[in-house]
């Protein structure tokens, strides 16, 4: 990941955005406080959401949704090919994905008016517009406020096996934090990324030095000290706490969670159908936590903003590293006998421009984008909507990110209506709005 987006603001900045409760440490203890009394699975059609994040804006023009009739400085230098689905065309460098394409839907009619790619990522993981900070940056926006898509689906369906319900890799959705659900549903996230061969979740390593026999004597300290911090007292509060110490601890020590973890122990063949990308390996760790019990895993895969030069490294890098890690993840999931309850979304915070700019590059453009979709409901093989003969909006219905946010809660069994209260009494609704894309189911 570059160290800064094209405007500007570094990533740390970009993680201010939904990090409330976030940065200074999600505690596992407080992870599990509030889904103890996680709802069971209902019958639903997605159990779990892994969600392939495009950070910066993919160029769905060069990849999904083609032009070869307009003029060259629109339709771009790729060409398109044909699919396992009649009349489907792809670009030629999503060829893996072009095999297939009667596995997943392609929806081309995302629509938004937010360019910013902090603003825009705000936007799409929390459905809502963002606050700005005051001082002399305007342009950076502060979240204490909205939880993100991944921490609605923790408090609403709490964990389902050894790990936690919701998890980023490599590391944090900028926006991608718990806003006024607190600490306990933040993501727990995995900083490190799988394609590097020392690849270890840090968080599950034992701590150096430190055996059985003295993880032991602390325990039993910790339960002296919490007996006397509630002798006397009715509320309950420290031998609650010591159920969610004790949950913390047994994941820590989970040989399921270790299992999940264990890249090393899949097959050759099986890591490199995937690639030795960074998305790559993070898809395949995503299908291992999925079967693990996660409920949802968001992947970030940065350096799509392609303002300039862009075709060498969409050709090279970008879109063979995204069309090997979709494929692989959908097939994987799909001969595992996973794919039917486990919902698959590719895309961006935004697309480029119809048009290629000056410097060989495509700029931000938010008002066209297409978005993948695999199992969890999803019909599969078709393509949901149009855009007009440039690429620059859809000719009939745009799907509002409110749309999307909708129907991945009721793929998964959630009441998109429910509203909490913030801690100043405020109403918000899990999503602000929207509809469900019935064409997709």
């Known amino acids: 990941m570059p160290a800064r987006y094209c405007d500007g603001l570094s990533r740390r900045q970009a993680i201010r955005l939904g990090a409330s409760g976030l940065i200074g440490g999600l505690s596992l203890p407080r992870l599990f406080e509030r889904t103890a009394n996680a709802a069971s699975d209902k019958k639903v059609k997605a159990k779990s959401c892994i969600f392939l994040f495009l950070q910066g804006g993919p160029s769905t023009i060069d990849m999904w949704d083609m032009k070869p009739e307009a003029a060259v400085e629109v339709r771009g230098p790729y060409k398109p090919i044909k699919t396992s689905v009649t009349g489907t065309l792809v670009g030629e460098h999503c060829h893996r994905s072009a095999k297939i394409a009667h596995k997943y839907t392609i929806l081309r009619t995302h629509s938004h008016n ?3 790619h902090t603003t825009g990522c705000h936007y799409f993981w929390t459905g809502y517009k963002p606050n700005f900070a005051d001082g002399t940056n305007s342009r950076v926006p502060v979240n204490d406020v909205y939880p993100s898509a991944g921490s609605i689906v923790s408090r609403e369906l709490g964990p389902r096996g050894a790990l936690p319900p919701y998890i980023n890799l490599p590391h944090p959705l900028t926006a991608g934090g718990p806003g006024f659900y607190g600490a306990e549903h933040a993501p727990f996230v995995i900083e490190s990324d799988p394609v590097q061969p020392d690849f ?3 968080d599950l390593a034992a701590l150096e030095g430190l055996g059985a026999k003295r993880l032991e ?3 039993q300290l910790l339960g002296e000290l919490e007996k006397a911090e509630k002798a006397g007292t009715q509320d309950g509060r420290a031998a609650t706490m010591n159920t969610y110490y004790q949950k913390a601890r047994d994941l820590i020590s989970s040989p399921a969670a270790r299992k999940a973890f264990d890249l090393k122990s899949e097959p050759k063949a099986m890591r490199e159908a995937y690639g030795y990308s960074s998305l790559g390996q993070c898809s395949l760790l995503a299908r291992r936590m999925v079967e693990a019990g996660c409920r ?3 992947i970030d895969h940065g350096s799509w903003d392609t303002h300039f030069t862009c075709f ?5 890098e970008l879109i063979p590293h995204a069309d090997m890690a979709f494929s692989a993840l959908v ?5 595992r006998g996973m ?3 486990t919902l698959v979304v590719m895309m961006g915070e935004m697309g480029r421009t119809p048009r290629v700019n000056g410097d060989a590059g495509r700029d931000h453009w938010s008002m066209a984008q297409s978005v993948l979709f695999a199992g969890g409901g999803i019909k599969p093989g078709k393509v949901i909507g149009a855009t007009d003969k440039l690429g620059q909006a859809p000719v009939a219905d745009p799907v509002s990110i409110e749309d999307i946010l909708r129907t991945i809660f009721d793929l998964m069994g959630i009441d998109a209506n429910k509203t909490y209260l913030t801690p100043l009494g405020r109403p918000v609704p899990l999503v602000n709005g929207g509809k469900i894309v019935e064409s997709l189911l």
């Open 114 to 116: 937010d360019n910013g």
């Open 217 to 219: 004597r602390r325990k």
């Open 312 to 316: 060498p490294s969409l050709e090279k």
């Open 331 to 335: 097939n994987d999931l799909d001969q």
């Open 296 to 298: 949802f895993v968001g």
């Open 339 to 341: 794919l039917n309850d």
């Open 200 to 202: 270890e979740v840090k």
